[in-house]
């Protein structure tokens, strides 16, 4: 975890290496500290009362994706914004909860964090 004063807390699921470091450091340049996760079980251990975001990969291993994690976060969480990213997978209607942005890899920064203002917009709202 990347601890920063008074930073909002971002999780990071992604079982690639180099594209988990790509995205924390795209969050951490918005000022997030930023705790990183390699699967769906990770993620939900590490979803404490601090994270207010989360950034999903669809594939990666173990019994949950991240459509169907994306699905549980907003399910226990509506405080929590959360944006999905793929490079291989593109979610059809229904998918993903109607608030949920999606991403397509590789992304250019701007498309991405016009998907955090997006699913931020969304995350106020619900509360």
């Given at each position: 975890m990347t601890d920063a004063p008074n930073a909002k807390t971002a999780l990071v699921v992604e079982d690639e290496m180099l594209f988990r470091l790509e995205v924390r450091d795209l969050l951490e340049a918005e000022g997030y500290?930023?705790?990183?996760?390699?699967?769906a079980a990770q993620?939900?251990?590490?979803l404490?009362?601090?994270v207010v975001l989360v950034v999903t990969d669809?594939?990666?291993?173990?019994s949950m994706d991240g459509?169907?994690?994306a699905r549980e976060v907003t399910?226990?969480?509506?405080?929590?914004?959360?944006v999905v990213v793929s490079a291989q997978i593109t979610p059809r209607p229904g998918d993903l909860p109607d608030h949920?942005?999606?991403?397509?890899?590789p992304f250019l920064e701007k498309g991405f964090r016009a998907a955090l203002d997006r699913a931020e917009a969304a995350r106020t709202t619900r509360r």
């Open positions: 500290a930023v705790v990183e996760a390699g699967n993620a939900l251990e590490r404490d009362d601090k669809v594939r990666m291993p173990g459509l169907a994690l399910r226990r969480r509506t405080d929590v914004a959360v949920v942005p999606f991403v397509e890899r």
